[in-house]
């Protein structure tokens, strides 16, 4: 009996594991800034902002970044994402979480950074009201790490 319940430990382990990283998301080819009906000063908004702290400046800012509305919970949000040039061979790209408020959109990192990650998951924990971010990054072909960000009132900190 023992052997049974240690059996069904691990499995429940992996399980969980598996739906964690399952329910990474990342963004594609559809997610543009049309498909977000942005309108063409938020679209500008936004892309002085990711300009400030992306690591390369690519020919076409509206080609590279990938865009998706998203719900922060007390706010509107949108997450955008490097796909090309802000990429790196490990599969991690450039990736920014903006909020809607005052009726601007506004960085949740800050004007002078943005993480690197493969995948992303908002929520479902809460911090000031605003769901949760966490991040997997590949280090190497083996070796992944996982980042949590908290919202304090004016943006994300890793915690």
């Known amino acids: 009996m023992p052997m049974k319940r240690l059996t069904l430990a691990i499995f429940a382990f992996f399980l969980g594991a598996c739906q964690s990283v399952a329910q990474m998301q990342s963004l594609g080819s559809r997610d543009t800034f049309a498909a977000a009906k942005l309108s063409a000063r938020e679209a500008q908004e936004v892309i002085d902002a990711v300009e400030i702290s992306a690591y390369d400046t690519p020919d076409f ?4 970044l990938r865009v998706k509305r998203v719900d922060l919970g007390s706010y509107p949000g949108l997450v955008v994402q490097g796909s090309n040039l802000l990429c790196g061979a490990t599969g991690n790209c ?11 959109w506004l960085s949740m990192f800050g004007s002078d950074q943005a993480p690197i990650a493969e995948g992303f998951q908002l929520g479902p924990a809460r911090s000031q009201g605003v769901k949760d971010l966490a991040i997997a990054a590949n280090s ?10 908290k919202f304090d009132g004016k943006q994300y900190r890793a915690k």
Do not use: C, D, M
């Open 61 to 64: 800012w509206k080609k590279e």
């Open 94 to 104: 450039q990736l920014w979480i903006f909020r809607k408020a005052g009726g601007k």
């Open 140 to 149: 190497s072909a083996e070796a992944s790490q996982r980042v949590t960000y």
